[in-house]
């Protein structure tokens, strides 16, 4: 099968991680399922009005088309979509015509699946991650912009939202459609158990883009510091996509640098590393959808303290963690207390095994080909 995937969020040179789950779940993909990432964005000092590049990847080719941006965003706007156009003629002439289009992110991608869908009758499925439908957001997805994206969902021929909570949010803003929850994946090869801890301080682990309206750094922060007036015996490492100053100067300003340790990007087998040395992952968010980051902490054998926010009770059990709510603090510094006190009590095999058989990428990648299967026939 010859599948053209089509990523709202995808990796950039100024930005490498961004959508990055979205590749992962590509290169999951059975080697029966040949694989094109089609992109276009702006490019630096370009001489050209547009270059052409293609960049193997693990299971694909990401086909990325670099533009010289017009000044006019309009105008810039209307370039995007023809070079989409042309990229699709470049991919049919050197790789394939496509069986099918796999979006990933309804918008703004959502609108050339759609129109090539009117024009040349190509199906299309989407894959949805997007924390837009959430009741946090809905000041966000209004008018026009709501109406879109409905109209790109409810035309694919299968939704596969990362959750079921998702799946009910999209529903509850319009979208009537043929859903197939498939969960986030993770490599079961890189993330693994780690040794026993025989630290004297018990590890505890955060990894985020530490943007606080979603990930409530800030919350985290405030009560660690409650915590280290109690206890002495354990250290915070973070490990962010993205700088915060602001954070590193409250660290510094309550005295909290021995305990609180900031790590910036790290590479896969540095994060796994960092999982393999933490007793326990804490996250605190006000919004999620199915955190990548959890489905990571479950291969890695480690317990997690979440918040109950999107879909993460649907794979947080007691026997793997503790649930708090959304924006609780004395729950947060309760269950951090409970967690150094008892995270080397739990099954961190057991934890193992749930990602393994739940999460794993082969698995995952087997049931998204399975899907596109039905897609195509029907």
């Known amino acids: 099968m ?14 490498p991680t961004l959508g990055n789950f979205c590749v992962r779940m590509i290169d999951a993909l059975p080697e029966d399922c040949h694989s ?5 964005c702006d490019g630096k000092n370009m001489t050209k009005s547009f270059e052409v590049k293609e960049i193997p990847g693990a299971h694909h080719t990401h086909v990325q088309i670099y533009i010289r941006p017009p000044k006019i965003n309009a105008i810039r706007k209307l370039k995007m979509l023809r070079m989409y156009q042309y990229g699709l003629k470049y991919i049919k002439k050197q790789f394939f015509n496509p069986d099918l289009i796999h979006l990933h992110v309804t918008y703004p991608l959502g609108q050339v699946a759609l129109l090539w869908k009117k024009l040349f009758g190509y199906k299309y499925v989407l894959t949805e991650h997007w924390t837009i439908y959430q009741p946090q957001n809905k000041d966000v997805l209004v008018g026009k912009l709501k109406r879109k994206i409905v109209k790109i969902a409810n035309n694919a021929e299968l939704i596969m939202p990362v959750s079921l909570d998702l799946q009910r949010c999209m529903e509850g803003h319009g979208v009537h459609n043929r859903f197939q929850v498939i969960y986030n994946l993770v490599n ?3 993330f693994r158990l780690g040794s026993t801890q025989t630290e004297n301080k018990k590890h505890m682990l955060h990894i985020s883009t530490l943007r606080d309206e979603a990930k409530n750094f800030s919350g985290i922060l405030r009560v660690v510091e409650r915590l280290r007036q109690q206890c002495n015996d354990f250290e915070l490492h973070v490990i962010h996509d993205y700088d915060a100053p602001e954070f590193k100067v409250f660290v510094k300003e309550h005295h909290l640098d021995d305990c609180v340790i900031f790590h910036g ?8 590393e960092a999982y393999q040395q933490a007793d326990f992952f804490v996250l605190f968010s006000n919004f999620e959808n199915l955190p990548c980051v959890i489905v990571e902490a479950f291969a890695s054998g480690v317990p997690v303290l979440s918040t ?5 009770a649907e794979i947080l059990s007691p026997e793997r963690g503790i649930l708090i709510p959304q924006g609780d603090e004395d729950a947060l510094l309760q269950g951090m207390i409970q967690m150094l006190d008892h995270s080397s009590e739990y099954d961190h095999q057991a934890i193992r095994d749930y990602a393994i058989k739940t999460f794993a990428a082969q698995n995952i990648g087997q049931q998204i080909f399975e899907a596109y299967k039905k897609v195509v026939i029907s």
């Open 2 to 15: 010859n599948v053209l995937h089509l990523l709202s969020w995808f990796p950039t040179p100024d930005d």
């Open 36 to 40: 094109v990432i089609l992109s276009v």
């Open 188 to 190: 079961t090869d890189i």
């Open 265 to 272: 990007k790290k590479t896969s087998a540095e994060v796994a």
């Open 308 to 312: 109950s926010v999107g879909g993460i």
